[in-house]
């Protein structure tokens, strides 16, 4: 299999009058997703440039995937931009990905106007003709290969600009094979999405769902904002699997939406994003106790997850594992010096090699090649290595425990963050001169600490225009004077006693 495009017309062939996908509004089968693919394929072709990425500003919907893989079809990639991001953040994006303009749709008009953008963009509503372009489809499908790029999301970036991590058609295929086969996800499961879809926990389920021939239902965000709504929504679906960010299960756990309904037919819970609270999995598991509940790790540089944890007992005195690599994927802990660390209890940073590594940092070939080297215990030949910035140590079990980030890079609300993207932000608000961000792991939040004559409301109305809402501080403090470590850094330990 070379790309999706056979995934997904192999699965389209066996089951073309099946359900693929389903939102709140619209069902669409196997048959005439591929036909609606094909058709806006044959529309994006002549609005964007072959084999450059498409940028798509709408919010998730069975719609969002049509234009998705009519991307594919067209022999492009697709950056999905998400329709809450302020106006820096879409600017940045686009000129990051070289592209002068947007897919989107007239529902969304209004909001990205509203943002202030004043760029161009492509309707979907003008373009879709409903032709079919088969010679030039076919001579796409022949063109694209394993190492084509098959998407383009956006991780936060230490220098203040997003990075685009590009993946390509091998390494999806190559997860999704043995992701799907671990976990016994088959065509009998309704995988309940969750994750927005430039956030690659959806990954899993998009591919998921097409390799195996099964069916995704949409879950709409705001049904998480009422756990009464979501349990229903589980139950009217049948949904079976759950492939969801930590904070999103523990939404359901922490506002007790168990004690309303219990969605029965979920046989599979996997988790991400963040570590997973004992309590809450256990709140889990007590409620649906047959379910195969699994921990996955791993960064959108190695194609969605590295490792996982078939969780079978819970021990109140450890963490939950991050566990064992991936069939065709290695994993190794490195220590300062470069030396592979294997003792027990011993940190080490987190590398990953394999098929799984993505194809790096798009129009970035600093930070490229800074995160992607070759592997410094092969003497021999060069073989590609991803460093992740996460420190990790091995049980006495032989499984692996995640230990947290070597640097100020964070995983905050199921995303992953580097504090310094917001330092540079504050530090672009006027009357700010400098700024430094904590995570506090005691109220489980940023807070934020700056010099400078600027209110903190006036900050903070800032910062709301120039990040996502998750990055924004919970709490800000203006200091007099950063306290300073022997080394003349500013010392973090001592700031958060000013108060958090």
Not at 43 to 56: D, H, L, M, R, T
Not at 111 to 124: F, M, N, P, V
Not at 455 to 469: F, G, S, T
Request: some cysteine.
């Amino acid at each position: 299999m070379n790309n999706v495009l056979e995934m997904l017309e192999k699965s389209a062939d066996r089951n073309p009058d099946k359900i693929l996908f389903e939102d709140e509004n619209t069902q669409i089968t196997y048959k005439d997703f591929v036909i609606k693919a094909k058709q806006a394929a044959t529309a994006i072709k002549n609005e964007f440039v072959s084999g450059k990425a498409v940028p798509i500003y709408m919010d998730k919907s069975v719609d969002t995937l049509i234009w998705m893989f009519g991307t594919i079809y067209a022999g492009s990639f697709y950056t999905i931009v998400d329709i809450a991001h302020p106006l820096t953040r879409i600017e940045s994006i686009l000129a990051t990905l070289d592209v002068n303009k947007m897919l989107t749709s007239q529902v969304y008009v209004a909001k990205l106007e509203k943002a202030g953008y004043t760029g161009d963009y492509i309707l979907s509503e003008d373009i879709a003709t409903g032709e079919i372009d088969e010679e030039f489809i076919n001579s796409i499908r022949t063109r694209h290969n394993a190492l084509s790029p098959l998407y383009c999301n956006f991780t936060s970036g230490s220098t203040g600009i997003p990075k685009g991590v590009v993946v390509g058609h091998a390494s999806v295929i190559d997860f999704i094979t043995y992701f799907t086969e671990l976990f016994n996800i088959t065509e009998n499961d309704i995988i309940g999405n969750q994750a927005p879809f430039d956030f690659d926990v959806s990954v899993k389920d998009i591919y998921s769902t097409i390799y195996t021939g099964a069916t995704m239902a949409i879950i709409p965000k705001k049904k998480f904002s009422f756990p009464m709504e979501l349990m229903d929504y589980l139950i009217d679906k049948n949904i079976t699997t759950l492939i969801w960010a930590v904070s999103a299960l523990c939404i359901i756990s922490t506002l007790k939406g168990f004690t309303y309904k219990v969605p029965d037919k979920i046989n599979k819970v996997i988790f991400s994003g963040e570590v997973m609270p004992i309590k809450q999995l256990k709140i889990w598991k007590e409620y649906i106790p047959d379910a195969m509940y699994v921990n996955v790790y791993g960064p959108t540089e190695v194609t969605c997850n590295c490792t996982y944890h078939i969780v079978d007992e819970i021990d109140d005195n450890k963490n939950i594992p991050i566990g064992k690599p991936f069939p065709n994927e290695k994993v190794i802990l490195l220590d300062e010096d470069d030396n592979l660390v294997t003792q027990a209890g011993a940190d080490g940073e987190i590398c990953v090699l394999g098929q799984c590594l993505s194809l790096g940092y798009y129009n970035n070939e600093v930070q490229t090649k800074k995160a992607f080297v070759n592997n410094p215990l092969n003497k021999a030949y060069n073989e590609l290595m991803y460093r992740t910035g996460d420190l990790a140590y091995y049980g006495e079990d032989g499984l692996l425990y995640y230990k947290g980030r070597i640097d100020f890079q964070i995983k905050h609300m199921g995303h992953r963050i580097e504090l310094g993207e917001i330092e540079n932000a504050m530090e672009s608000v006027e009357n700010v001169e400098r700024a430094c961000c904590i995570f506090n792991k005691d109220i489980n939040n940023i807070v934020a600490y700056y010099k400078g004559e600027a209110q903190v409301k006036e900050v903070k109305r800032a910062l709301r225009a120039k990040l996502p809402a998750y990055m924004v501080p919970i709490k800000m403090h203006a200091v007099e004077e950063f306290p300073l470590t022997k080394n003349g850094k500013i010392d973090r330990n001592e700031l958060l006693k000013l108060g958090d």
